[in-house]
C-alpha cells in the first residue's frame, strides 16, 4: 500500500489536492500542522497543513461523506437518529465485507499509530482529532464554511462531548446543529393586523430576488390566506422592471402602483391604505453606491415601512453578505430574506451573517417557482442547511 503525503497553506488546499491527484475514493489516515523549513533548513518557513493519504487502503475514505440518515426529536426533546438505509459514503464503489472490516480497521489502526508516532518525533505540533470530528472538520469545509470557523465549531464540539464516546457523525452533526441553532434568530412570517394596513419593503443589491420574493409573498397571502394585498414599485430604473411586477399583479389579480419620486409614494400609500398588506419592490442597489443607497432611504421614509427586508442572494460570500448587510442598514433594514438556497453548492457561507447580524431572518427561497418556493425561516432548518445536513 503506497502512503502520499500532501503540504499546503490550508486543509482545503490540501485536500484539493489529495483529490485531484488520488482521487475521491482516497482514504485520508492522517493530517497534522507542520514547520516548513527554507535555507537548507535553517530557516523557518510559514506553517502548513500535511495531509497523508492513500488510494490502496479500502477503509471507508475520511474524505467527507454524504449520508441518509434522518434526525427525530423525541418527546424528551433528546435528539433520536433514525437510519434509514445504508451509510452512504461519497463515493462508496466497493464497501469492505463485514469479515474483512475489522482485519482493515486493525490495519488502519497500526497505521495512524505510526504516523502519530512520527509526529511525536517532530516537534510539530499533531492534530489529533477523533475520526468523527475530523471527518466533521472536512465536512464543514466543504460545506463552505472558513477553515477558521470549521476550526471553532469543532473545538467546540470537541469541549461540549469532552468525555462522551463519539461514534457516529451524525450525532456530532446533530449536536453542532442545537449549538448553531441557539445563534440563529428568526422573525416569522409577516404577520396582518385586521384594519391595519402592513408596509413591508424589500430591498437588496441587483438580480438577488426581489421582485420574485415579492411575487412570491403576494400570492401566498392573496391566494392562499385570501389577504387583500397591493403591490407599489419605485423600480423604474431598469428597462421592463415594471412590467415584470405589473405581469405577476395581473396573474395575481392585485392592485400596482408605479412610485418615480418620494413625493408620489406617500400619495400612493394613501390610495392603498385600506389594504391589508402592501408589498412594496425597490430597484437593485449597489452596496458601495452611497448616493443610491441614501436615495432608496427616502422613498423608505416618504412609505414609513413597517419592515424592510434586506435580500441577499446564499450564492454570495460570506464577507460580501456581511458588507452588504452593513451597507443597506442605511436604509432602516428590519429583516434578512435568503435567496437562491438552491443554487448554492454549501450553506456555511451564510454562518457569519446570521450570527453576528443584529437583523433576524425571515424567509428562505429556494428556486424560480412562484408561489411555492419560498419558506418561513425556522432556526433548526437554518442550522442544518449550513451543516450541509438538508438540501
Ligand atoms: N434559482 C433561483 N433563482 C431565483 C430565486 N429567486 C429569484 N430567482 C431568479 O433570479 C433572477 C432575478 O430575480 P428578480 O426577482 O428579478 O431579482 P431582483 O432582485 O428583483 O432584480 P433587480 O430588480 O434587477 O435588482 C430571476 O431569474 C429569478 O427567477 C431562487 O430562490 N432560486
Ligand atoms: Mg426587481
Redo the contacts with the bound molecule.
Sequence with gaps: MELKSYRATTMHEALAMVRHDLGPDAAVLHTREVQSRWFFGLVNGPRQIEVTASCGVNVPSRLPARNTYEEERGSDDKVVLRHDGPHALSPAPSRPQPELHGAMQNQLTELQTMVQELCRRSDAPCHDLPEELFQLFTDLLDSDLSEELAREMVERVRTKTKGLHLDDLLMVKARLARMIESEVRVSGPIQITPGRCRLVA?V????????????KLAANYHLKEKHRVGLITV?TY?IA?VE?LRTYADIIDLPMQVVSTPREMREAVGRMENLDMILL?????SPKDEVRIQELRAFLTEADADEVHL?L?SVASARVLEQTAERFAAVGTTSLIL?????ATGLGNILPLVRTSRLPLSYL????NVPD??EVAESMRVARLILGMEG
Excluded at 419592490?281 to 442597489?285: C, E, I, N, S, Y
Excluded at 435567496?339 to 443554487?343: G, I, P, V
Design positions: 424589500l437588496g443589491p441587483t438580480g438577488v430576488g426581489k421582485t420574485t420574493t415579492i411575487a423600480d431598469r422592471a415584470q419592490d425597490t430597484a437593485g442597489r435580500v442572494s435567496t437562491k438556497l438552491d443554487e427561497t429556494n428556486g424560480q418556493d419560498i
